[in-house]
């Protein structure tokens, strides 16, 4: 079993040997933000990885034409709840599939609408800044349209202060990897292991 696992470790790592890696934290100290909002240029094979910092966001696919929309059979990382004061964070890694334009939100009641938005390959015709602006122009899911206000938002305090949450995010990470497996053309999970990563510098005071 061992050998096994170690051999497609070594077979993995083989035929990717010259695939780039992408980092992009979600959330944290910058606000509602994806850092970097975009990967201008992945090749097939490359892998992005997304480090959840606090509070609690999604990475999840969409289309240009429905910025904010969950994409049909799109990928979603599930809410990755993040206690301001965690020392670690779960990630969530996809591998780039095409090198079509790929497209993504946080799903978090408002985030979008606020410009939460993430791009892979985008054109000179659908750029990352008509994509965020489309989503800034969205109206929030479920909020009446006439609400204009920007206090609608109800999750500016962190649900859990577990100094354990971290452990069963990634593992959730890994479940809702899994079960959103099935290929779409574009990309497909990557290997969810090393789930956790240390994440330094978070500092309470500057979440929101
Ligand atoms: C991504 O983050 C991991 C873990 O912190 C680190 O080992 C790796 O060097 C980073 N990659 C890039 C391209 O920054
Ligand atoms: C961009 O849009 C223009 C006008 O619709 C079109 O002529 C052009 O072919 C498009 N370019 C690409 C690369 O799709
Ligand atoms: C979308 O909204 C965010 C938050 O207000 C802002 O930072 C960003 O510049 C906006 N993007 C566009 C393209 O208007
Ligand atoms: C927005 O909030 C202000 C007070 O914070 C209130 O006076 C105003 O009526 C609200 N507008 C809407 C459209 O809810
Ligand atoms: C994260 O956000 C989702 C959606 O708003 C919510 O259902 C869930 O309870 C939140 N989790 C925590 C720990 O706050
Ligand atoms: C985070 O803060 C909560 C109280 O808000 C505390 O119970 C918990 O132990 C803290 N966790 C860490 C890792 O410091
Ligand atoms: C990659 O995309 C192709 C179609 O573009 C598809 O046939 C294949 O199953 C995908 N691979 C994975 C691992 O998702
Ligand atoms: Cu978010």
Redo the contacts with the bound molecule.
Sequence with gaps: MRFALASAVLATFATTVSAASFNVTVGGPNG??FSPNQIPTAAVGDTVSFLFLPKNHTVTQSTFAAPCQPMANGMDSGFQPVAANATSAPSFTITVNATTPLWFFCRQTGHCE??MVFAINPTANKTF??F??A??ASSPNGTPPSSTNTSGSTTTTTGSSSPTTSTPDASSASASASASAKPNGAVAFGVQAGGILAVVGFTAGLLL
Aim: charged share 0%.
């Design positions: 509602f933000v606020q410009g800044a008509a965020q602006a989503a800034n």
